[in-house]
């Protein structure tokens, strides 16, 4: 209990709580909070009242209970955009399908919605509805256009509903929430937990996952090198969603200026040659993605001295062709993973151009994403990817990149199992 009460010491949280039966597990979540040391304010929705009192919610925080947007005294004593700016952190729970539907549109007709409007501080959703709600399109969009707005998600989780219905949808438990605000307030690069069944946190649990991420430097002289604009945010983000899946991941990155995703184990690499090295070492594999944008050539002949100007003509290289990762490990005769998934970053052709190197690669998946100009997907958080395998291509729409992460470790998890049974 002493290591639990230091865990969240001082850390300021705003609760907001929806109306759902799930509310009453929130009244729970407020003591484990304070239980670790956090100062919980809590905010209670019109529905929430219908389900639990801001007597007892005020009881437990130990502060008083904001429920009125327009309230004299609320606003003469904290003012609502103080209220939402003064926490550490945001905490939805139970965030119901209606909270969620105003955040993603920017509505602010009540406490509630306005403080989700007005604050500059995380969120940190814990959805709870029927299965039926929380599957309709209209709720998956508002999640998705939630999560590319920056808002962290943890469940909902899988079971029996208080509806009597069964399937996703159950708000996660207080101890889950008390583990997503810890993880939310210590990182930036955290990635909450997957939403679905088939995405749920053990989907790939002991299995091992190597991805490569990042451009490659290509030295030209000791200072110089050749890049590309990779910035390893996708590749990045699907070692984050493999190991909030479960999996054992080692990440093998080039340079990147983005941080190391939690629970993965690192290799930094700089060049193709050494990231090819770590590919090797860090194998077997039940899963390879090839995320890296690796460089396609070096320099030959790179000497120890720094190239001068002044000569007149410029220096001529020879480039030569680096080795391909992933048409090597996809041809591995022994220990080739079971799944080998590489990316096409194409500007013509797209799909035609992803056949090719599907075949050519000889990898089981490739995942081809436009990165023409004006694309954005170079260095961008969003992307629109293609997935192209023997079976034909299954397109999806503009995601952010995590969510692009989830759903491709969601289906590469579906894909294992089918290789593998
Ligand atoms: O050949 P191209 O670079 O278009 O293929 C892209 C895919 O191949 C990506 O998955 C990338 O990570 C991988 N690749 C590789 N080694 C290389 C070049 C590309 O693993 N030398």
Known sequence: MAQAEQSLKGRKILLIVGGGIAAYKSLDLVRRLRERGAHVRAVLTAAGRQFITPLSLASLTGNP??????????????????????????VVAPATADLMAKAANGLANDLASTLLLATDKKILLAPAMNVRMWHHPATTRNAARLRADGALFIGPADGEMACGEFGAGRMSEPLEIVDAVTQALQSETWIPLPATAAQNGSVLRGRRVVITSGPTHEPIDPVRYIANRSSGRQGHAIAQAA????????????????????????????????????VEAAMPADIFIAAAAVADWRVEGVGASKLKK?????????????????????????????????????????????????????????????VSTGTDVMGGTSN???????????????????????????KCAELLVEKTS
């Open 65 to 90: 209970v904001h429920e009125d947007l327009f309230s004299l005294t609320d606003e003469t004593e904290m003012g609502h955009i103080e209220l939402s700016r003064s926490a550490d952190l945001i």
């Open 243 to 278: 190991a909030r899946a479960g999996a054992h991941v080692t990440l093998i990155s080039g340079p990147v200026s983005i941080p190391d995703p939690v629970g993965v184990e690192m290799r930094k690499v700089e060049t193709a040659q050494d990231m090819l090295a770590a």
């Open 310 to 370: 002044g000569s007149g003509a410029g220096p001529s290289f020879k480039l030569i062709e680096n080795p391909d990762i992933l048409a090597h490990v996809s041809s591995l005769s022994a220990g080739r993973p079971a799944l080998v998934v590489g990316f096409a970053a194409e500007t013509d052709h797209l799909l035609d151009n992803a056949r090719a190197k599907l075949a050519r690669k000889g990898c089981d998946l490739i995942v081809a994403n436009d």
């Open 384 to 410: 629109t990817v293609h997935l192209v395998s023997q079976d034909g291509v299954e397109s999806w729409p503009l995601l952010d990149k995590d969510e692009v992460a989830r759903r491709l470790v969601s």
